[in-house]
């Protein structure tokens, strides 16, 4: 988890795991993320919000792969409920895509 004074963007509830991630997803932020990727991974249904974030690297974009990958390696149910055009672009860049959620499904 993150430091004590930091909120965890980790939420719980019954088979759903949604991290929603806030600022820079990058080589200086993800190490504080992983305690969190790993928790979410033990959820059926691990949903994935990038509306915060507002800066993306190759090291962002990596914790989200393995974290689909995983996902996927555990029978997992993974999806960004919402995009962000920087990982969008890397992610093109690279040739690489991840699972979205219907526009119907992230609103309650």
Do not use: W
Not at 41 to 59: A, E, F, K, Q
């Amino acid at each position: 988890m993150l430091d004590a004074d930091i909120e965890s963007p980790l939420h719980l509830d019954g088979h759903e795991a949604t991290l929603t991630l806030q600022g820079d997803l990058t080589i200086f932020t993800v190490d504080a993320l992983k305690d969190d990727v790993f928790l979410a991974l033990n959820c059926p249904r691990i949903r994935v919000s990038l509306s915060g974030v507002t800066d993306i690297d190759s090291c962002g974009l990596q914790l989200l792969l393995l974290l689909a990958q995983q996902a996927q390696h555990l029978g997992r149910d993974f999806a960004l409920s919402e995009r962000h055009p920087e990982a969008d672009a890397l992610l093109a860049l690279y040739g690489l895509d991840l699972p979205s959620t219907a526009a119907e499904e992230s609103t309650p």
